[in-house]
Structure formats: structure tokens, C-alpha cells
């Protein structure tokens, strides 16, 4: 009798466990499924690349933007007949400085808005000693505003927006003495990388050593170091200083404080 009773326990075991594991599968599925159902429930997903852009470093930002505008100048040499510069340089056709027709973004400086960003930025280079006050504000009747993009084209994510504000063509009658002739100006934080004007100062007033310093101080860049490679056909100019901002790896920037004579021309430029 008790081993019967034995075997009856150990078959219904057997039955709740094949039982157990035919359907137990299927009811806890449904137990879930209307714990889910017919309700709100909030899980945070990480989906790469929306609204994602990656952010430059100083050091990255001045070093793509001088490879794309040095690839855009030899490119457009190259169509006017070959010139000092393309002698001594060449491209390899990784950088490109293009027009930007797809506009800033909403954190970034508008097109109404770039003429007093630039103002505020060549007061910024005033107050620190590369400009000279005589130097004056720009206004939106005189000049152009056009947003261009340096872009590394094997890394397209790495690329720097920039406004090219230009003493406009179209102006006549305009003294150009004290004036801002081009600058290329950040799109994001308006600090400018580039400019091209004409002041009282002669070059024997210009102390290059200091400028270079303090443009670098003002881009949140390292201190540069005289460039060794000079040589004379660079600019077409022989008033002139170049310099480099060390980056990681193998890039560098190679900067120029200049001076064209009789225009009266001062310049501080990353596109050799």
C-alpha cells in the first residue's frame, strides 16, 4: 500500500511539472502582457545620432577651418594659372569650404545677427591690442554676410560654420581707411578666426610676437612657436610673421600675422 501511494505522488509530480512546463511559458506571457497593456509606461532609449552634433575643440576647430580654406585658395588658384603659393603647397582634397545653404541652427548666431556679433568681436581684439580703436563697427548697408562651412570630407561630422562678413562690392564712394575689409567669424560663439583690415598703424608699429600671443590667448588656443619653414614667395608681401599652434597628433596650424604696405593693410589669417 505505501509504495502505491508512493508511485501515485511521484506520477502527479511528473504531471505538474510537464504541466508546469508546457504552459507556464504561455500564462506568465500573458500575465505580462496585460500588466503592459492599456497602460502609459515611460522608458528612457539612447538613439544615436538625433540631435547630435559633435562638438570641436579650439585646436580642432582652427585646424579644419585653415585646411579647408588653404584646399578652397589653391583650388581657385588653380583656375586662375599656377601662383607662388601652389608651388611651395599642395593639397590633398580631404577639406572643403563650402557655402552653407542649410542655415544655423537655433543656438547659433542668425544672419541678422552676425553683423553685431562681429562688432562685439572686433571690440573683443581691440581690447586686447590687435586692433586699434580707429578701426570701425561694421553696419548691414555695407556689407555682406554669406555662412560657409570648413568641413574634414572623411569625417564629415568634424566641420566648423563660420560667417565670412565682406566690405560689400556693391558699396561706392566709401573711404576704406579704418575699416574691416573680411574677417570669418565662428557661427556658434562669434569669435573671429580671420580678418583682413585697414588701420593708421605702420609695421614697424606692429609687434607680431605680441599679436600672435594674444590672438591665441583670445581662441583659448596654446601658445604658438615661431614657424622655421618661412619663405619669402609665401605672402605677397615681405611684411609678415608666421607662427604654429600645436595640435594633437601630427596637425598643426600655421598662422600669419601681415602687413601690405601703402593700403595700410593688417591681417591675422590661418589659411597660408
Known amino acids: 500500500m505505501g509504495k502505491r501511494l508512493t508511485a501515485i505522488f511521484f506520477l502527479a509530480a511528473v504531471a ?40 570641436l575643440s579650439a585646436v580642432e576647430k582652427i585646424y579644419v577651418l585653415s585646411q579647408a580654406l588653404e584646399s578652397h585658395l589653391l583650388s581657385e588658384n588653380r583656375t586662375l594659372g599656377t601662383s607662388a603659393k601652389e608651388t611651395y603647397q599642395e593639397t590633398n582634397g580631404n577639406y572643403a569650404f563650402i557655402m552653407n545653404h542649410k542655415g544655423v541652427s537655433k543656438e547659433s548666431i542668425s544672419g541678422e ?45 568634424n566641420y566648423v560654420a563660420v560667417w565670412r562678413l565682406s566690405l560689400s562690392e556693391n558699396t561706392r564712394g566709401v573711404r576704406k581707411e579704418n575699416r574691416l575689409m573680411d574677417a570669418y567669424m565662428d557661427a556658434d560663439d562669434g569669435k573671429i578666426y580671420e580678418f583682413y583690415a585697414r588701420t593708421q598703424w605702420e609695421w614697424e608699429e606692429i609687434d607680431p610676437d ?12 596654446p601658445e604658438p612657436y615661431a614657424y622655421e619653414e618661412v619663405n619669402p614667395l609665401m605672402e605677397a608681401t615681405p611684411y609678415f610673421r ?14 600669419t600675422v601681415g602687413f601690405y604696405e601703402g593700403i595700410r593693410e593688417f591681417f591675422v589669417k590661418v589659411s597660408w
Not at 586686447?128 to 564629415?156: F, H, K
Not at 605680441?210 to 588656443?221: N, T
Not at 604654429?244 to 597628433?249: A, I, K, L, Q, Y
Open 16 to 55: 505538474v511539472t510537464v504541466g508546469i512546463s508546457v504552459w507556464g511559458p504561455e500564462a506568465l506571457s500573458r500575465y505580462r502582457d496585460r500588466s503592459l497593456l492599456g497602460r502609459t509606461h515611460r522608458q528612457e532609449v539612447e538613439e544615436a545620432g538625433e540631435g547630435y552634433r559633435y562638438e
Open 113 to 157: 545677427e552676425a553683423y553685431g556679433a562681429c562688432n562685439q568681436g572686433l571690440q573683443a581684439l581691440k581690447d586686447i591690442g590687435i586692433l586699434p580703436e580707429s578701426v570701425q563697427e561694421l553696419n548691414q548697408e555695407q556689407y555682406d554676410a554669406v555662412l560657409c562651412s570648413a568641413i574634414d570630407v572623411r569625417e564629415p561630422r
Open 210 to 221: 605680441a599679436i600672435a600671443r594674444a590672438w591665441c590667448a583670445y581662441l583659448g588656443l
Open 242 to 255: 608666421k607662427y604654429v599652434v600645436s595640435g594633437t597628433s601630427e596637425e598643426r596650424t600655421v598662422m
